[in-house]
């Protein structure tokens, strides 16, 4: 990859990173429900308006939707509005690595090779150490919602994998017409029309303003932009060389964490972090073949 390619590949990882500080930010003002209802909603209009469907069967599109765009944040934003730490969360997501690999061997029948199953098994054992560590500080049950929400995106990923759209950025946007009336419908039932309405009416006073910029930044910046220069870099480059980049998340995350809000991570959690990032690229990097012996040939 050319540098600029680099460069573009780690803004995308710091983006993606600073994506959870702006949840953070909404999730002041809006109840998570109705949060995952609201962000979708604001990306679906445009979508249907202007961006082309892709040209996929109906039933990947909406299994995309409900994995990725509803199961996946239902789970995170929950989490977070529970009071797990943003930065952590940015770690804990990337349990969806390991799941799409188990559920790939599980429901498509794909073939798990022995560094896959060692790299999925550390990032397994980290994922234990975060989990273990917080069950200790009496958190647990944000944790595992956050976890159920790496489960709803490699779900989403494996909707994704069967669609093949020839425009995947296409199938992003689509994606995002599947979550509002589901996500509302469930908002109205948990959390109440009274509660949502006070979020609404409270949101047009000065003390709001972070929480709009969070979620406008979570659907032009996080979403349209991050999402667009990652799929453009994919089309371009093996996806062996740009996806470690994504390991860059947590850490974008957890440095943006403790510089803005002051999260500090416990040592067991640093460490769990870093089995899960360690094993996760391994899992991910295959590796090279053995080159061939060729017959030595001789240039003028």
């Known amino acids: 990859m050319p540098p600029r390619h680099v460069l573009l590949a780690v803004g995308v990882a710091v983006v993606w990173g600073v994506n959870f500080l702006a949840i953070h930010a909404s999730l002041e003002q ?37 994995g990725f765009g509803t199961l996946q944040f239902i789970g995170l934003y929950l989490g977070m509005a529970a009071g797990f730490p943003a930065g952590l969360a940015s770690l804990v997501l990337q349990s969806s690595a390991p799941f799409t690999v188990l ?22 054992i980290g994922l234990v150490l975060v ?21 709803g995106w490699s779900l989403g990923n494996l909707a994704a994998r069967q ?47 972070p929480a709009w910029i969070g979620l406008g930044y979570t659907v032009l910046i996080g979403t349209v932009l991050g999402s667009g220069v990652w799929v453009w870099l994919m089309s371009r480059h093996p996806a062996g060389r740009v ?14 964490a403790w510089l803005a809000l002051g999260e500090t991570p416990q040592p067991l959690e640093l460490l769990g972090g870093a089995l899960v990032i360690g094993g996760v690229l391994w899992a991910s990097l295959r590796k090279a073949p053995a ?10």
């Open 163 to 209: 669609a093949a759209a020839p425009n995947p950025l296409h199938l992003t946007m689509w994606m995002s017409v599947v979550p509002p009336l589901p996500m509302l419908a469930l908002s109205l039932a948990f959390e109440g029309s009274d509660r949502i309405a006070s979020s609404l009416a409270t949101s047009l006073t000065a003390a709001a303003v």
């Open 131 to 151: 989990g273990v560590t917080r069950a200790t500080g009496g958190s647990w049950w944000p944790f595992l919602l956050v976890v159920l929400g790496g489960l």
């Open 30 to 66: 809006f109840p998570p429900l109705f949060l995952v209802a609201l962000r979708f909603g604001v990306m679906a209009i445009p979508t249907l308006l202007f961006v082309p469907r892709p040209k996929v069967r109906l039933r990947w599109l909406i299994g995309y939707g409900l």
């Open 103 to 124: 559920l790939g061997a599980l429901l498509l029948r794909e073939r798990v090779s022995g560094r896959a199953a060692l790299g999925v098994a550390v990032a397994v």
């Open 243 to 256: 996806a470690p980049f994504s390991m860059l998340v947590p850490v974008s995350g957890l440095t943006t």
């Open 291 to 300: 080159p061939e012996l060729q017959p030595e040939i001789v240039r003028a």
